[in-house]
């Protein structure tokens, strides 16, 4: 039987802030404030084990990306939602089988001696049901849908797990007249990420009988805003060679710092209101390839508990950046190979094993400014089928990743090399 086509997208937005001002002390005029303003709140009890023994996958699935897809963009800005790059894996095991599913499970870190196949189902639906749970400080929201065709109809115990399971919605889609296919997806899309992600697909293959979308929405501000009049040009040096004028953003206040020694690089948390909150990652010039090549789960462990209170002069670029990937080297670089091959085993969705996966791309955005952060994501799969305090200047490449307290997990990743690069 000849291969039929299906597109997996995904549409993920996250840390979209508004630029209005965040009422909130900010200790006066020249932004400082005493110690105990910053102090975190309590943890909470409620129980989030489910979501938590996948946690450590979900870090070492992040970490993973990033190496792969920094070395494969040397020189470049890096950014991508590991989150939403993880869901479509997960829809797209759903419906598979054997070696096909097996290498994706693989790829997403999943361990079976360490944890079941039950486990992980029920710690990836209960990650979900967190990210989506209201809290008056943000909104984060995460949510699946499926746009199928009578003609190709899925299995019913497909649909329920992806139901069940990813929180999607099955949406009856004429891929016969694919103009207006693409133009209720991408107006889909659109609103679900309230208008920050507009004509995501360009086109569909003539033969797409499916499309999933997977979008991210998250809004929030800084705990502690940076003030506007304090923004100056400041030099940022990209490398050795090149020097460009950056808005630098500039603050005297309590920050969670650690200097990794061995390394070579300086860790700065920066809060959000409510549970979520962003590292960067200052390597010193000439040491951001060995920080990069280092990050890994124990890594990030090790700076979260090292980190120490303590006033200091923060400089951090303001940032407008977007990037673009191709993910199908990137997913063979996790060891997911078969399902882009006809020997693809994709047969739980139809009973037939007729599918195979024939692109995958992932599409960032991020934008840092006084008040907070903006960030979208989109990934497409289709298939065929102190007196003076310390001061830290973000003013040479570092990292960036944001993360969400409860859950434990990494919602975004990158590397700005140039903050003015568009």
Not at 5 to 18: E, H, M, N, R, V
Not at 161 to 185: C, G, M, S, W, Y
Not at 263 to 281: Q, S
């Amino acid at each position: 039987m000849p291969n039929v086509y299906l597109c997996f997208l995904l549409a993920g937005l996250c840390i979209l802030a508004s630029c209005h001002h965040v009422p909130g002390h900010q200790g006066g005029h020249d932004g400082h404030e005493h110690p105990q303003d910053d102090q975190q709140p309590a943890e909470s009890h409620e129980d989030h084990s489910a979501c938590h023994k996948i946690a450590r996958s979900g870090v070492e699935f992040a970490t993973k990306v990033y190496r792969l897809i920094a070395s494969e963009s040397a020189g470049k800005n890096v950014f991508f939602s590991p989150v939403s790059m993880a869901a479509a894996l997960m829809l797209v095991a759903r419906g598979a089988k054997g070696i096909t599913r097996e290498q994706i499970v693989s790829g997403l870190g999943f361990n079976q001696s360490e944890i079941t196949t039950k486990e992980f189902d029920e710690g990836f639906r209960h990650l979900l049901q967190l990210l989506n749970t209201p809290d008056p400080q943000f909104e984060l929201s995460i949510g699946n849908a499926l746009f199928t065709t009578e003609k190709f109809p899925l299995r019913q115990e497909v649909l329920d797990e992806a139901r069940d399971f990813l929180q999607a919605n099955i949406v009856p889609a004429n891929f016969d007249h694919l103009e207006e296919a693409k133009t209720q997806i991408n107006s889909y899309i659109e609103e679900k990420t309230h208008g920050k992600l507009v004509d995501v697909i360009g086109s569909l293959d003539p033969e797409t009988v499916m499309v999933i979308i997977n979008y991210i929405l998250m809004k929030a501000h800084w705990e502690k805003p940076f003030d506007p009049q304090s923004t100056r040009k400041r030099d940022f040096f990209i490398n050795n060679e090149t020097t460009v004028q950056v808005d630098m953003m500039h603050r005297d206040g309590q920050y969670e710092t650690y200097h990794d020694k061995e390394l070579g690089c300086e860790v700065v948390r920066i809060p959000y209101k409510g549970d979520l909150a962003v590292l960067f990652i200052l390597p010193k010039r000439g040491k951001l390839d060995q920080v990069e090549q280092a990050l890994s789960l124990e890594l990030l462990a090790k700076w979260k508990n090292s980190l120490k209170l303590g006033r200091i002069e923060l400089l951090l670029p303001k940032v407008s950046l977007r990037t673009s990937y191709n993910l199908k080297e990137t997913f063979r670089g996790l060891g997911i190979t078969e399902v882009f091959t006809d020997q693809a085993d994709l047969s739980a969705f139809t009973g037939q094993p007729n599918l195979k996966v024939s692109q995958a791309i992932h599409k960032a955005y991020l934008n840092i400014h006084e008040n907070g952060t903006e960030a979208a994501a989109v990934t497409v799969i289709e298939m065929v089928p102190t007196s003076l305090p310390p001061w830290v200047e973000f003013n040479s490449p570092y990292l960036v990743v944001i993360g969400e307290r409860k859950s434990k997990s990494v919602l975004f990743l990158g590397r700005v090399m140039n903050p003015n690069e568009h």
